[in-house]
């Protein structure tokens, strides 16, 4: 079956992690580590949410506004086969990040002109080894940078959320990667399982509002372990089933500020997302593939940065290959799942999203 068809389900699921549990920003897929030869990809997407809520109880009759700014990704991927049995993959991506800006015109609303934001870089390094019958073992580590800052303006709530600030600075820690796949290139079948370890931080932190004076210390916060099962079969001619299926253990996610000593964020349930796909090759140069994806919405309590609770959307991908380039665009529209916030019981409904993807690949 044509690389075309597996470029393009590969992206579709890909587009679909943009959006996801937690503070997600990336799936971590080992997809180039299975590129024939040597390659190279660099992706880059934005998502355009839309999420705003309703004060209930006290705050009935205020809005929250837009309080999900757009967001930018970006990552790329360098595979070199070292020899027949030995391949080697760089793959450098944003696995966590957030963008929460609670605009200042909706106040009354308790947590108006409210903001926070997380970034992170991580650079995997990968090796795969080939055994016999079709399967092959991989793993690595992973470098992961991460820093934020949040600023809370919440004077309905508490004194202490007055106008309080956290910063965090960046910091860097060490992962690891673990896996293994079986494949049947014959109809372009593929399964991998993958272990991403939990990385644990250590962040120098500012604190203001809560003393007359900046108050410096220190903060752990534990970026979550996460399993992925990746696959992909021929299942007609020209036309490929793929998936995956990607557990998250975001109850560990605590950010607890050293003074603060009350948790910012945190969660109640681990996550599971669900991607199933088809791809389609309709000539030697385009292809193209539909993917449903899939988060349980639990119900529970939701904090006011972060008030969404599960999501289902649909992505197109397209791609079009000339000579050993291919070029693949993607849109994907997600529908984010009702939520109950803590603290104020403010109800979010009606939330949506779309998010927009490009990338361009080269074999060699």
């Known amino acids: 079956m044509g690389r075309v068809l597996v470029t393009a389900g590969a992206f579709a699921v890909g587009a679909t992690s943009a959006f996801a549990g937690g503070i997600e920003r990336s799936a971590q897929s080992v997809a180039p580590l299975f590129e024939p030869g040597h390659y190279f990809e660099f992706s880059l997407g934005t998502f355009n949410p839309g999420v705003s809520g309703d004060g209930t109880g006290f705050f009935a009759g205020t809005s929250s506004g837009d309080m999900a700014p757009d967001y930018q990704t970006f990552s790329f991927a360098y595979k070199r086969a070292l020899n027949e049995k030995l391949d080697l993959a760089v793959i450098v991506d944003q696995p966590v990040g957030a963008d929460v800006s609670y605009p200042a015109a909706s106040a009354p609303y308790p947590f108006a002109g ?51 600030r956290l910063n965090a600075d960046t910091d860097y820690r060490l992962g690891y990667v673990v896996g293994v796949a079986w494949e049947k290139p014959e109809i372009a079948a593929r399964i991998a ?10 962040f120098d932190t500012v604190e203001t509002g809560l003393a007359p004076i900046a108050l410096a210390g220190e903060m752990d916060v534990e970026i979550p372990q996460s399993v992925n099962l990746e696959f992909q079969t021929g299942i007609a001619a020209d036309t490929l089933l793929f998936g995956s299926i990607r557990w998250v253990d975001w109850t560990v996610f605590d950010i607890t500020p050293q003074f603060l000593a009350t948790p910012i964020v945190s969660y109640t349930d681990d996550v599971i997302t669900y991607n199933l796909g088809v791809g389609r090759k309709f000539s030697e140069q385009w292809s193209g593939a539909v993917i449903l994806g899939y988060e349980k919405t639990n119900g529970t309590p ?43 019981g403010s109800s979010f409904t009606d939330n949506s999203g779309v998010g927009l993807g490009l990338r361009v690949a080269y074999s060699f």
Request: net charge positive; proline share 4%.
């Open 114 to 164: 409210s903001t926070a934001e997380v970034r992170s870089t991580a650079v995997t390094g990968l090796l795969r080894y080939k055994l016999p019958s079709n399967f092959s073992v991989y793993g690595g580590l992973r470098a992961e940078a991460v820093k934020g800052n949040v600023n809370i303006i919440a004077p309905v709530l508490t004194p202490a959320f007055t106008n309080y």
């Open 302 to 344: 939701v904090g006011n940065l972060g008030p969404t609770d599960g999501y289902k959307s649909i992505a197109l991908a397209a791609t079009y290959t000339v000579d050993n380039v291919k070029i693949t665009g993607g849109i994907r529209y997600v529908d984010i799942g009702e939520a109950t916030t803590s603290t104020i």
């Open 193 to 202: 399982l993958t272990y991403n370890s939990a990385i644990k931080h250590t």
